[in-house]
């Protein structure tokens, strides 16, 4: 088997652009093509952000997903990457505007030091979720409060539960994530004028047409 020249890789867990939109509106017009196009720009910007990390990049989206629940479909994809070789993971997700390749450095560095690391998320949640081998257990990770303003929380009490010994927990940088058409509006504000994410949903925004109510 070939030697790993990496021990750690990224995980990018999402849904599809065409199933982002069944959860998320990121339009004030309601149009599914225009959601679909800003769900789009935001995975693919996502994944260029990872594979400039120059850490090996494991997509799973939901069609590669397996499990009944949300907290079973992360933990089967956390396996799965540890199944590769891999003895540390950092999972992503496709909703932070301002993740950054230096965040995804930052997070393995912190990762070689702590056996979680986590990139907290201004509604309670996380951006990012950094895992050392040692340090995951399939079935008590897919149990926590996914989802909900209690993850931050329910992953610092994960972490003291299953590393009782160094008790160790690194926290990164606060960043908000984008769940609605309101939260893209403010984060684009946060990214710079010139930035290829930034001119990309402008543009889509600002071709959008007049409202048409196609979701329900």
């Keep these: 088997m070939d030697t790993l020249l990496h021990d750690t890789a990224v995980l990018l867990f999402a849904y599809t652009a065409e199933e982002e939109v069944g959860y998320k509106n990121f339009s004030e017009s309601y149009q599914v093509e225009v959601n679909s196009q800003i769900a789009e720009a935001l995975l693919q910007n996502t994944l260029c952000v990872a594979k400039s990390s120059g850490l090996p990049v494991m997509p ?3 069609e590669r997903q397996i499990g009944a ?17 891999y003895q540390r993971v950092i999972c992503i997700g496709s909703d932070c505007l301002t993740l ?5 450095m930052l997070a393995q560095e912190a990762l070689s030091k702590s056996p979680v690391v986590v990139g907290p998320a201004t509604d309670g949640g996380a951006y990012l979720i950094g895992l050392h081998i040692d340090c995951f257990d ?3 990770f897919s149990m926590l409060n996914w989802q909900t303003a209690e993850l931050l929380n ?24 984008v769940d609605s058409s309101a939260d893209l509006r403010q984060q684009l504000e ?13 543009t889509i ?8 109510y196609t979701l329900s």
Excluded: W
Excluded at 190 to 201: C, G, K, N, W
């Design 60 to 62: 799973i989206l939901s």
């Design 69 to 85: 629940n949300f907290g079973e479909r992360l933990a089967n994809a956390f396996q799965e990457v540890f199944a590769a070789g």
């Design 100 to 104: 950054s390749p230096t965040d995804l």
């Design 138 to 140: 399939l079935g008590a």
């Design 154 to 177: 329910e992953l610092v009490l994960y972490s003291y539960r299953m590393q009782a010994s160094m008790g160790r927990l690194t926290l990164l940088e606060e960043k908000a994530d």
């Design 190 to 202: 946060a990214l710079p004028v010139y930035h290829t994410l930034s001119r990309q949903l402008t």
């Design 205 to 212: 925004l600002c071709n959008q047409e007049s409202p048409v």
